[in-house]
């Protein structure tokens, strides 16, 4: 079961895998998800993260190409997690979220690594409104310069897929939490399980130039087609609806942005430097 890539999902137990942002939320529940799963672990951040055992743990500041280098060397893989991860000032998007993803997909392709699975974000399309299904296959909308950047990260990896044959997944993930907070993650919402379920199927669907899909719960109120990532093989099993009895105002439908308060105009302006 080889594809384009030469991952063959029966033999990520043979490979050796990077997961940048290890130190996160999400990069902390993934490693300990992937250890056992992976032959040799790699987990990296600012600073040497807590790694379980047999999974190694080494400080790389993404914006430091020598040492995103030197961690990918004998890497089949690159789960990146790793950046800013909320509206921040363009300057340091750009810098780490845009730049950093470089360094990581041109470091992979000089290590000869075949696949990274990139950690986007449901808001690249944040400007779409509530009631409109949105696909990946339709253009963008940030609903922010956090969105925007990650559009063009989306770009860099589409990129390296067609010009270089590194298989890239980008992973548009939804609202990663125990349970759904608010109204707007009754639709949004990403389980730790599911989350796991969507990079596991990253890491190892068969056929993959470039791909894109939403990594959400199979929600009830759900905004975003989920047959791209069926398609690889993510099939989400969580729905935030059985917590709408705990959740505000869960009898209301919402409207507007998807993004709701991230898309409104002070929410970016307030955190840029001037
Ligand atoms: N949590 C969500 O609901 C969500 C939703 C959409 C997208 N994402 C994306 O998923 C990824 C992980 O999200 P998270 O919630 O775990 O975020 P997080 O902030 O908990 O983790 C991000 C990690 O990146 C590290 N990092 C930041 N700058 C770095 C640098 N210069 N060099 C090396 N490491 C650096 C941080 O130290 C941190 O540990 C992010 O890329 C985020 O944009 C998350």
Same mark, same amino acid.
């Given at each position: 079961?080889?594809?384009?890539?030469?991952?063959?999902?029966?033999?990520?137990?043979?490979?050796?895998?990077?997961?940048?942002?290890?130190?996160?939320?999400?990069?902390?529940?993934?490693?300990? %998800?992937?250890?056992?799963?992976?032959?040799?672990?790699? #987990?990296?951040?600012?600073?040497?993260?807590?790694?379980?055992?047999?999974?190694?743990?080494?400080?790389?500041? /993404?914006?430091?190409?020598? $040492?995103?280098?030197?961690?990918?060397?004998?890497?089949?893989?690159?789960?990146?997690?790793?950046?800013?991860?909320?509206?921040?000032?363009?300057?340091?998007?750009?810098?780490?979220? *845009?730049?950093?993803?470089?360094?990581?997909?041109?470091?992979?392709?000089?290590?000869?690594?075949?696949?990274?699975?990139?950690?986007?974000?449901?808001?690249?399309?944040?400007?779409?409104?509530?009631?409109?299904?949105?696909?990946?296959?339709?253009?963008?909308?940030?609903?922010?310069?956090?969105?925007?950047?990650?559009?063009?990260?989306?770009?860099?990896? !589409?990129?390296?897929?067609?010009?270089?044959?590194?298989?890239?997944?980008?992973?548009?993930?939804?609202?990663?939490?125990?349970?759904?907070? %608010?109204?707007?993650?009754?639709?949004?919402? *990403?389980?730790?399980?599911?989350?796991?379920?969507?990079?596991?199927? $990253?890491?190892?669907?068969?056929?993959?130039?470039?791909?894109?899909?939403?990594?959400?719960? #199979?929600?009830?109120?759900?905004?975003?087609? /989920?047959?791209?990532? #069926?398609?690889?093989?993510?099939?989400?099993?969580?729905?935030?609806?059985?917590?709408?009895?705990?959740?505000? %105002?869960?009898?209301?439908?919402?409207?507007?942005?998807?993004?709701?308060?991230?898309?409104?105009?002070?929410?970016?302006?307030?955190? !840029?430097?001037?």
């Amino acid at each position: 079961m080889n594809d384009q890539s030469g991952v063959d999902s029966a033999n990520l137990r043979d490979q050796t895998w990077v997961v940048t942002g290890a130190a996160g939320t999400i990069g902390t529940r993934l490693v300990a %998800d992937l250890a056992g799963r992976v032959n040799r672990l790699v #987990a990296t951040d600012l600073a040497a993260p807590d790694a379980p055992y047999g999974v190694e743990s080494v400080a790389a500041d /993404l914006r430091d190409q020598d $040492a995103v280098a030197a961690v990918l060397a004998g890497a089949h893989g690159v789960v990146h997690l790793g950046g800013i991860a909320d509206e921040a000032d363009l300057h340091d998007l750009a810098e780490v979220n *845009l730049v950093g993803t470089y360094h990581v997909l041109e470091e992979a392709r000089r290590a000869g690594a075949r696949r990274v699975v990139y950690a986007s974000s449901n808001r690249v399309t944040g400007c779409y409104p509530c009631d409109v299904t949105v696909h990946p296959s339709m253009p963008p909308r940030p609903d922010g310069l956090y969105g925007a950047v990650k559009v063009a990260a989306e770009g860099l990896c !589409q990129l390296y897929a067609d010009k270089f044959g590194l298989a890239t997944v980008a992973v548009r993930i939804g609202s990663y939490e125990e349970r759904p907070l %608010d109204l707007r993650q009754l639709s949004t919402w *990403l389980s730790p399980a599911d989350c796991s379920r969507a990079f596991r199927a $990253a890491m190892s669907a068969t056929d993959v130039g470039y791909a894109c899909f939403y990594a959400v719960s #199979a929600n009830t109120r759900g905004w975003w087609s /989920l047959e791209p990532g #069926a398609a690889l093989g993510f099939l989400p099993q969580d729905d935030a609806e059985e917590f709408a009895a705990t959740v505000p %105002d869960a009898a209301r439908t919402m409207r507007g942005p998807q993004g709701g308060d991230y898309a409104a105009p002070e929410y970016t302006l307030s955190r !840029q430097r001037r």
